[in-house]
């Protein structure tokens, strides 16, 4: 059965998991948010805050800001740490690009998506242009964003990955659109169609993990598609409304390549609104690829127990899953801050000369350090697909051999990364990570905006979004 609008959108009776997944964003009410989801949310909020301010000052921020500024659109929504502004698109398109900026960002391990900063930069955006919004409407937006991105992801993964694809360049827009859709209150025939627009932006490579600045601006279109599909079906735009359900061209049957992706979306249809993924999206504690983060806590671990420094290495061999070694586990060939943070052999490196794989270890002097160049040399890397055979959800099991020069054999082994929602680390970890990041910015008031976010669901928007447009902005 189907009708039309006055407006030619048209609505369906057919309950497909496109239309249950828009109906739930569009209905979602912060009420029915049980207490621990919202207390997530804040906490993934803080987090993408300190990590987007901290990289609005990187270089590639720099660029896409300046575009953005080129660009003269209607001064209505933040540019955070600029004291610019400009469109919700082009500024969820700045920030985003910044809270994916330097491999510190949250990421849900079944999904792979980078869950705060295809939302949180897109419902400040649209909260901004209305002259803000209540905190509760906000963070109720933000949820809908994740709970339909992280679904959406578990379905098709990890099959696109390994074909290439960058989760956050193709789920991302659904997120972002799940998001924007809820923040600007558009029903659930509209919801449907803004995701069936967003579909049809999914794009982003895994090739540019290799190096350049694009990885980081996958995040940004990402937010830019979300909200242009949801301003397009508030419009009256029509897009494919059964996205995630059609056999031939589909989302899920085009970008997982393979016959089940439908039915795996299917099959987490009953918990939405019941099971919420929003509390176990995880943080990182190491700015490099998650998929290296397991090995690096075993070596942290070994050094600081044996005191092991450069000098008394003679080898480090890791036996991770095939996963892990496609993704950051090939010979590491010196480049760009990038490459060097999605790379395996040198995240070890740095943690055996310094104990730490955070922000000060990828800068373009330390990353061109022959000292460290000549210790992942030292690091083997091989894959066991033993491993792989245990599922997705184990794919950053890691076993660690390292021969010191005295002929010590040292080793160590560890099943998740800490930080994800196998390890959780705590709202007070978050909170340290996030002064870490911003306390040596200058004109970042960063107490203030740790308030305003743990005060969300008390308060509105409108004094942490002034706080983050001129955040050190001049």
Not at 80 to 89: C, D, R, V, Y
Not at 306 to 329: A, F, K, M, Q
Not at 386 to 395: C, H, K, M
């Amino acid at each position: 059965m189907t009708a039309v609008h006055d407006d030619g959108v048209r609505a369906t009776g057919v309950e497909t998991t496109t239309r249950t997944l828009a109906r739930f964003a569009a209905e979602l009410q912060f009420d029915a948010v049980p207490e621990d989801v919202v207390e997530a949310a804040k906490t993934l909020v803080l987090d993408c805050l300190g990590c987007t301010l901290y990289a609005s000052r990187l270089p590639w921020s720099r660029i896409v800001q300046d575009y953005v500024g080129a660009e003269a659109a209607a001064p209505v929504a933040g540019v955070w740490g600029t004291g610019a502004a400009t469109s919700p698109s082009l500024a969820a398109l700045a920030n985003g690009t910044a809270g994916h900026g330097f491999e510190i960002d949250d990421v849900d391990h079944r999904s792979g998506l980078h869950v705060s900063s295809v939302t949180v930069p897109v419902v400040l955006a649209l909260a901004e242009a209305e002259q803000g919004a209540s905190g509760t409407e906000f963070l109720a937006a933000v949820i809908a964003g994740i709970e339909v991105g992280v679904r959406v992801g578990i379905a098709i993964s990890p099959g696109h990955f390994l074909r290439g694809y960058h989760p956050q360049g193709t789920v991302g827009p659904i997120a972002a659109a799940a998001a924007a859709a809820r923040a600007l209150r558009l029903d659930g025939d509209r919801t449907a169609h803004a995701l069936g627009v967003a579909g049809s932006m999914a794009g982003g490579l895994m090739g540019a993990q290799q190096g350049g600045m694009i990885k980081r601006f996958h995040a940004g279109l990402a937010g830019q598609g979300g909200v242009v599909a949801a301003q397009l079906a508030q419009r009256g735009f029509t897009g494919t409304d059964d996205v995630f359900d059609i056999d031939f061209g589909g989302f899920c049957s085009t970008l997982e390549g393979v016959p089940g992706a439908t039915e795996r979306l299917v099959a987490l249809m009953p918990g939405v609104g019941v099971e919420w993924m929003t509390p176990s999206v995880g943080y990182k504690v190491h700015a490099s690829c998650a998929a290296n983060h397991s090995t690096l806590d075993v070596v942290q671990d070994l050094r600081a127990e044996h005191d092991l420094r450069p000098e008394n290495v003679e080898s480090i061999e890791v036996t991770t899953s095939n996963h892990t070694y496609v993704h950051c586990g090939w010979p590491y060939v010196p480049g760009d801050v990038v490459n060097a943070q999605m790379s395996l052999r040198y995240g070890v490196a740095a943690m055996i000369a310094t104990g730490s794989a955070f922000v000060d270890q990828f800068t373009e002097d330390r990353i061109a350090d022959p000292s460290l160049l000549e210790l992942t040399q030292r690091v083997a890397v091989e894959a066991d697909e033993s491993v792989d055979r245990l599922g997705s959800d184990n794919r950053h099991i890691v076993r660690v051999k390292i021969v010191k020069s005295d002929g010590a054999v040292l080793e160590g082994r560890a099943e998740h990364r800490r930080g994800s929602h196998f390890a959780p680390v705590g709202r007070d970890e978050i909170v340290a990570k996030f002064r870490q990041l911003t306390e040596p910015l200058d004109g970042v008031d960063g107490e203030s905006i740790l308030s305003a976010v743990l005060a969300l669901d008390e308060s509105d928007t409108v004094e942490l979004a002034a706080l983050l447009r001129n955040a050190g902005g001049s």
